[in-house]
């Protein structure tokens, strides 16, 4: 199901163009600020917590566990399950949960990142491990 | 500096169409203000403040212009946009301005058609790449929330359906409910599952319709017929992911509006009567309830279950219209008649078999927005005088 699912092209803009160059190569990054130390997603120039800008990309490892899910039971294009995921980096996110039994998902599942192709740069979703 | 008794609400109007076929958008702006102006005892040309959310078709210059306002009076005009919670906002936002002399007069409408007519997109922020494509929905955004509520507090699906349960109690006396049939917490378990684990009759309903209201001054109140009802405490807040820090999904904005507009009544949840609650979900009012401080965290489902939420059984009675659980919500916005209710059972005007015996001080609080993403909250404390 989640396979044949059809998604859109990120926009993409200045701000954010490097994650999706980097999301090309299969690498998921996140935005770090150098003054406060912390880790942040989506990706800004200014730190959200301490209004630095001295934010730099990092890597993620992709990896980290389920903080809460839903299944939507109907839509146009199927069942989908969407969930925040927190990395181990520290940051939640928001996902989709994919390339899996969607009724068997629970809080706390370690899950990792799996690109998935559009018209442009790839979308993030996660999968359990 | 206070908006503590600055501000009475002198006009009400719920529309009473659910199903609006055979109207515009904007027609139903103008009836809703109409009803509200003459609930008051006022004329048109009275209004000098004028305020409208998103779903006012063009925004505030094409309603100004449409409702045919005195745009030589008209000195105060105010669009904030916090969704389903806009217009508890713009109550305060109305007290505020007329506490300091930009106005005396205020009218406040919301109106729409989902159900029969084409509702205008909401506008991407700088998370559109980094979250459209997921498919957050009313249903699996408050959806997450109760997820999580259960795993860190033992909240159940029965404690949620009682919430319902109370909501279809009230609603079998309102003639213009769209669900006047008493459920069960049984019948809210076996609707079907919507999107985990909210069921169908945990999600309110989708209606056309509408409200407005009038807010004005001690000294107009006064010389008006109706009951006199004044605003003695507001609250605003915002919540969001905030970069991903702490992600929290069990609380709301309310934690903060709550209190800002307690503190500002100089009372506590132990002195409300009366209580309208957003009920975009069940899950939302139980949130609420916890946030505002009428419980502890995580107690919600103990305080909503056994039908404490029922006028007449319980110990606060809520929703008394029956809410956007059974009555309406009209353009997926419940805020407007979360005030509407409220004003009723402080006029004494809700109908005999839930009114509030004295019931001298309300709340109205809503939220707007995805309360599992991004969302706003508004609290009201309002006061028979």
């Known amino acids: ?129 | 500096m206070t908006i503590k008794g600055k501000a009475y609400i002198a006009g009400i109007f719920e529309h009473p169409t659910r199903h609006a076929p055979d109207k515009s958008t904007a027609q139903l702006h103008a009836e809703v203000a109409k009803g509200a102006i003459e609930d008051a005892g006022l004329s048109k040309d009275d209004v000098d403040g004028y305020f409208c959310a998103g779903d006012a078709p063009g925004g505030a210059w094409p309603m100004v212009d449409y409702l045919g306002l005195n745009t030589q009076k008209l000195r105060h005009v105010d669009s904030t946009e916090t969704g389903g919670c806009s217009y508890i906002i713009h109550l305060g936002h109305a007290a505020e301005a007329i506490a300091a002399g930009k106005c005396s007069i205020a009218l406040i409408t919301l109106a729409g058609k989902p159900r029969t007519g084409v509702m205008p997109p909401r506008a991407a922020g700088a998370e559109a790449d980094f979250e459209l494509a997921y498919g957050a929905t009313t249903h699996n955004a408050y959806g997450m929330c109760a997820m999580r509520h259960m795993h860190d507090y033992g909240t159940t699906s029965v404690q949620l359906a009682w919430i319902k349960v109370a909501a279809s109690h009230h609603a079998q006396y309102n003639p213009h409910a769209m669900l006047k049939d008493v459920v069960t917490v049984e019948d809210v378990l076996n609707s079907p599952m919507i999107s985990d684990p909210l069921h169908r009759m945990d999600c309110c309903v989708v209606s056309d319709g509408g409200g407005a209201l009038i807010v004005t001054t001690p000294e107009i109140a006064k010389s008006l017929k109706k009951p006199q009802v004044r605003l003695i405490g507001h609250g605003e807040a915002m919540k969001g992911p905030r970069g991903g820090k702490d992600l929290d999904l069990t609380y709301s904005a309310g934690v903060w509006s709550g209190p800002r507009a307690f503190d500002e009544a100089g009372i506590t949840p132990k002195d409300i009567k009366y209580a309208s609650i957003y009920d975009s979900f069940t899950i939302t009012v139980l949130m609420q309830l916890e946030d505002l401080g009428f419980c502890k965290k995580g107690e919600g489902g103990k305080f909503v279950a056994d039908g404490n939420l029922i006028s007449g059984v319980g110990k606060l009675p809520f929703n008394t219209d029956g809410g956007g659980l059974c009555s309406n919500h009209p353009v997926n916005r419940g805020g407007m008649t979360k005030i509407i209710e409220a004003v009723r059972q402080l006029r004494g005007e809700a109908h005999p078999k839930v009114q509030v015996p004295n019931c001298d001080l309300a709340i109205a609080h809503g939220t707007g927005g995805l309360l599992g993403v991004r969302h706003a909250a508004s609290t009201a404390i309002l006061e028979r005088v």
């Not at chain 1, 803009?13 to 997603?41: D, L, S």
């Not at chain 1, 630095?52 to 566990?65: A, F, L, N, P």
Request: with cysteine.
């Open chain 1, 1 to 129: 199901m989640s396979e044949a699912k059809k998604y859109s092209a990120p926009v993409t803009n200045a701000e954010t163009a490097p994650f999706w160059e980097a999301a090309k190569q299969g690498k998921f990054m996140i935005k770090r600020c150098t003054a406060c130390g912390e880790a942040h997603y989506f990706p800004r120039s200014i730190c959200p917590f301490c209004y630095s800008d001295k934010t730099v990309w990092e890597q993620s490892s992709g990896e980290g566990t389920i903080y809460t899910y839903s299944l939507m039971r109907k839509s146009p294009t199927g069942p989908y399950a969407i969930g925040y995921v927190t990395l181990k980096e520290g940051p939640s996110l928001q996902t989709n949960f994919v390339d899996c039994d969607l009724t068997t998902l629970k809080i706390g599942q370690k899950v990792k990142v799996v690109f998935k192709p559009t018209d442009g740069a790839p979308l993030p979703f996660f999968t359990p491990v």
